[in-house]
């Protein structure tokens, strides 16, 4: 029972920058692995980042350099700082975690363009 609450999602242009924001809330014992997918308009849902408890963080090859996920887990709080941001990039972004059962937040919109 454990809700995912996303924020940070709105409308940058090319170049610039986002903070993307995922806290869990409810009932569970613990959050092994948070992470962020995203998927645009006819394409599949596609892994972006990912960061365990203990600190180890994976990144899809089309944001490395570019992105940077960090946790608190003091807060069970997910972050995605998002730098140098592409056209490629608008999507919508979802968090994820696992407490140890998935549990997804709903989305928020990232948007780049001119």
């Known amino acids: 029972q454990v809700q995912l609450v996303e924020s940070g999602g709105g409308l940058v242009q090319p170049g610039g920058s986002l903070r993307l924001s995922c806290a869990a809330s409810g009932s569970f014992f613990s959050v092994n692995v948070m992470g962020w997918y995203r998927q645009a308009p006819g394409k599949q849902r596609e892994l972006v980042a990912f960061?365990?408890?203990?600190?180890?963080?994976n990144y899809a090859d089309s944001v490395k350099g570019r992105f940077a996920i960090s946790r608190d887990n003091a807060k069970n709080t997910v972050y995605l700082q998002m730098n140098s941001l592409k056209p490629e990039d608008t999507a919508v972004y979802y968090c994820k975690a696992e407490a140890p059962v998935v549990a997804w937040g709903q989305g928020t919109q990232v948007t780049v363009s001119s």
């Open positions: 960061i365990t408890s203990g600190g180890s963080t």
